[in-house]
């Protein structure tokens, strides 16, 4: 029997790891959608005039402190520590809700200056790239409240720790997606 449940845990884990890279195949291609139109502006403005990189460079700080946190809550579910568990997944919630947050801010400033992502290639590209990042973001947080509460009531269970350690793998992964953005979107526009 427990052969059996090994069996079904380890495609499970394989499926997720599936699902991973097919997430990077669509980020691929969003990288590479940007990098292409990222100078068609159509006489509107660059990166160089609508990007804050102190913004950016907050929004990094913000989202690489909740891989550290949520690497935390990974050592605490891992060791059975239910509480400690819960209260860095909160610490990571929070600070994934701020990067959102900012995030959406960043959105509406660019649309009310009238920088919307119909108005250029390159802002259709820049709020497709972002907003899908921004997307999974968002269903992270919800997916680490649903865990959160799953192991409030049922505690550290097998099933528990493989989801909630299926939810650190696609956190970090965030995570590494947003370094790239950050380098391709933000620091790129102040190269070049």
């Known amino acids: 029997m427990e052969n059996i449940a090994t069996a079904g845990e380890d495609d499970s884990l394989f499926g997720f790891w599936v699902y991973l890279m097919t997430d990077l195949v669509i980020f691929a291609v969003l990288f590479a959608t940007f990098t292409v139109l990222r100078n068609n502006t159509f006489g509107g403005p660059s990166g160089r005039e609508l990007f804050s990189l102190p913004s950016a460079v907050t929004e990094t700080l913000l989202l690489l402190t909740s891989s550290f946190t949520c690497g935390l809550a990974a050592v605490a579910f891992r060791r059975g520590v239910r509480t400690r568990a819960i209260i860095w997944f909160a610490v990571t919630f929070a600070l994934g809700a701020a990067f959102l947050a900012r995030e959406l801010g960043e959105f509406s400033g660019l649309a009310a200056a ?30 680490m409240a649903v865990v959160m509460v799953q192991i409030w009531f049922r505690g550290l269970s097998a099933a528990v720790v493989s989801k909630a350690a299926r939810l650190a793998l696609f956190w970090h992964f965030l995570d590494v997606v947003w370094i790239f953005i950050f380098s391709v979107v933000y620091l790129m526009s102040r190269l070049v």
């Not at 992502?117 to 992270?140: D, E, K, N, P, Y």
Request: proline content about 0%; charged content about 5%; glycine content about 16%.
């Open 114 to 143: 009238g920088a919307g992502w119909q108005r250029s290639a390159f802002l259709s590209s820049f709020f497709a790239l972002v907003g899908a990042h921004g997307l999974h973001i968002a269903v992270g947080l919800l997916w």
